[in-house]
């Protein structure tokens, strides 16, 4: 039984909880109103090279897990060529599949602007863990990887520009999706911890700014970055990953740290 100093503070953090839900979704919709209007001419600009570069449709879509593990339908602008075999999930570098136009989309992050149609239809946030391929989830997840689906998936997140500065250009060619998997995706997963633990609304606009100040400084061609203000807090998650799994038996573990 809770007494009534506990149902008083109980009922304040779900008061706030919800205030924070609501505020945050407001702040959603009106930006990626706006953000459709004002970049529509860019969407148009995409979608014509795509089908000037590239046989097939302008957009690529994709199930991912959502928030609570709930599946939906993301998408991308498309990149790459399509093939009757469809290739691995995790895409290199260098990956011969992504054609010249495609390249220069995935490289400035305008393949990733579909995604607002996402976030209008209340499936994905501005900022969150970036959403998995649903058998990486399945197959992959550990425990505390889980924390991750606590929230609405976002377009931008400290794991995806850690990885888009420092993780994405080290992908194994001959075997991507169990490199990403066993090696790069635990990384990703702990910056994205850190965020679930700093989420606000200001700390969204921070990452905001930082992706698209990362996103520019690319398309300039700077290659080196510093490590983010979130790497000790990421690194002790990582900790505490390997220590998980050393715990799990063999044949559940999913990946190498």
């Known amino acids: 039984m809770y007494g009534r100093a506990e149902l008083y503070n109980l009922t304040l953090c779900s008061c706030s909880s919800h205030s924070e839900y609501t505020t945050k979704r ?14 529509s001419p860019v969407f148009l600009f995409a979608a014509i ?10 957009f690529y879509r994709a199930v991912r897990a959502g928030k609570d593990g709930m599946p939906f339908t993301i998408v991308k602008f498309r990149t790459m060529h399509i093939l009757k075999d469809g290739g691995s999930r995790i895409t290199a570098g260098k990956d011969p599949r992504i054609f010249g136009w495609g390249s220069f989309l995935r490289k400035t992050k305008i393949d990733e602007l579909p995604q607002l149609m996402n976030i209008l239809k209340g499936e994905m946030s501005f900022v969150g863990p970036r959403p998995e391929d649903m058998d990486i989830v399945r197959e992959r997840y550990t425990p505390l990887f889980m924390k991750t689906l606590d929230l609405k998936p976002g377009l931008s997140s400290p794991g995806s520009v850690y990885y888009y500065t420092h993780l994405e250009d080290g992908i194994d060619s001959e075997d991507p999706e169990r490199y990403y ?3 790069l995706l635990p990384f990703k997963l702990a910056f994205e911890l850190v965020y679930i633990d700093r989420q606000s609304l200001v700390y969204d606009l921070r990452i905001m700014f930082r992706t698209a100040l990362t996103v520019l400084r ?7 970055f510093k490590l983010p203000p979130e790497y000790d807090a990421a690194m002790q998650y990582l900790e505490r990953m390997r220590s998980e799994t050393a715990d799990m038996p063999e044949e559940t573990k999913g990946v190498t740290l």
């Open 26 to 39: 407001v702040f959603d919709l009106i930006l990626a109103v706006t953000a459709v209007i004002i970049l």
């Open 49 to 58: 090279g795509i089908k000037l570069a590239s046989k097939g449709p302008v």
């Open 181 to 183: 998997v066993e090696k």
């Open 218 to 224: 690319i398309a300039l061609g700077k290659k080196e």
